[in-house]
């Protein structure tokens, strides 16, 4: 019953640290995947993480209905899910509004802290730039923020991940 909350930034060593903590476990591991083959950049994408990931784990792709996905999964497993920040991109292009991001993140985050085995999620921090200057562009900064913090709040271990290195992140103090 551990959820491990791995962000940083792109190309980080995010999934690769995930997939190494996953192979570790002894424990059967599921692998859910939030990506979507759309064109021909994420097809290479996903071929490459496929490739990364031993034979012999399952794979569930759940590009929006994340939450319905994990529920569903037998205990004492290992539960890979990658990645947070396109699955808040494809709620935001189901239709979702941020009140139904935030009630899908928090449900996410109990399941998580819940469940009886081990739940590593991957998630790219994307606020640590400019201030977006499309409107779409600071609702998704701000939204992934958000879902992050609510992940990383049921997190017993929040690290960030930079340049294949980590930090363990410290929880913030509450007044």
């Known amino acids: 019953m551990s959820l491990t909350f791995l962000t940083g930034g792109a190309r980080s060593g995010k999934s690769a640290l995930a997939v190494r903590r996953a ?65 808040v991109s494809n709620l935001m292009e189901h239709g979702d509004d941020e009140a139904t991001t935030v009630s899908r993140a928090l449900a996410l985050g109990r399941w998580a802290a819940a469940y009886p085995g081990s739940v590593i999620v991957v998630t790219n921090e994307v606020g640590l730039g400019i201030v977006p200057m499309h409107p779409v562009s600071r609702d998704y900064r701000d939204r992934l923020g958000r879902v992050n913090a609510i992940l990383s709040r049921h997190a017993h271990r929040a690290q960030l991940v930079v340049a294949g290195r980590t930090l363990t992140l410290d929880p913030l103090e509450e007044r």
């Open 23 to 87: 192979q570790g476990s002894g424990l059967p591991v599921v692998f859910v995947a939030t990506g979507q083959a759309r064109d021909e950049e994420m097809t290479d994408r996903i071929a490459r993480h496929q490739a990364e990931r031993p034979e012999g784990w399952e794979t569930v792709e759940a590009p929006v209905a994340l939450v319905d996905a994990v529920r569903g999964l037998p205990a004492d497993r290992c539960v890979v899910v990658d990645c947070l920040s396109l699955w």
